[in-house]
């Protein structure tokens, strides 16, 4: 007979998790990791001011949890692309146009995500975080490139797309007129054709996804 509120209880305790963890990441978007304080997150949560504490074992485990969060909504906006992908060449298009979804291409988000790259030089949980989203954006871009690209080549085309794609949420922070979403998705196309060279890239458009 017991059993049954314990679920439920359970249930309830899933749900006022997620719902702090999403008001930690509306706070962190508008204002970045320093916005983040418990009363903040409890008010923005609707919720009182020390019920963080009861579902959380203190703040640094709900941002970090905001941040896992934060991951995965970009890593499905990738993922979201990649099925719909019919080529190797559609499917780095995918990577690309999911790392700059248009719904959070602004100012305040690209600030939000260079306050998190400057903790996690300090941080170490964060920064695990950090390498998990390098790893998958290195193994999405590796199994597209291996016709291509010989292995040794694959990691510094990796290392360069990555740079590229920091740089330039780097410079979307620093105003609203410095780089437009479009601008963003072409200087990364660019480099992409620069550096595999236009045979290369023919050979991926021709290629369906998966072979």
Request: with cysteine; net charge positive.
């Amino acid at each position: 007979m017991s059993a049954q509120p314990k679920k439920q209880k359970k249930r309830i305790e899933e749900i006022r998790r997620i719902e702090l963890i999403e008001a930690a990441y509306r706070i962190f978007i508008r204002d970045g990791l320093k916005g983040l304080t418990t009363t903040r997150i409890c008010h923005e949560a609707g919720m009182s001011q020390g019920i963080l504490t009861y579902y959380f074992k203190d703040k640094e485990e709900v941002l970090f949890e905001m941040v896992r969060h934060a991951n995965r909504i970009l890593m499905d906006e990738v993922v979201m692309r990649l099925r719909a992908a019919r080529t190797r060449w559609d499917r780095i298009l995918a990577v690309v146009d999911g790392n700059f979804p248009e719904s959070r291409f602004e100012r305040n988000t690209a600030n939000a995500w260079i306050s998190f790259y400057a903790e996690a030089a300090h941080n170490e949980r964060y920064a695990r975080l950090q390498r998990l989203f390098y790893r998958r954006l290195r193994s999405n871009l590796a199994a597209e490139l291996a016709p291509v690209l010989e292995r040794e080549e694959i990691a510094p085309f990796v290392l360069g797309f990555a740079a590229m794609l920091d740089g330039i949420w780097l410079r979307r922070g620093h105003s609203d007129a410095d780089i437009s979403l479009l601008q963003a998705k072409q200087l990364l196309v660019q480099y992409t054709r620069n550096s595999l060279g236009e045979t290369a890239v023919k050979r991926l458009q021709m290629l369906p996804s998966g072979e």
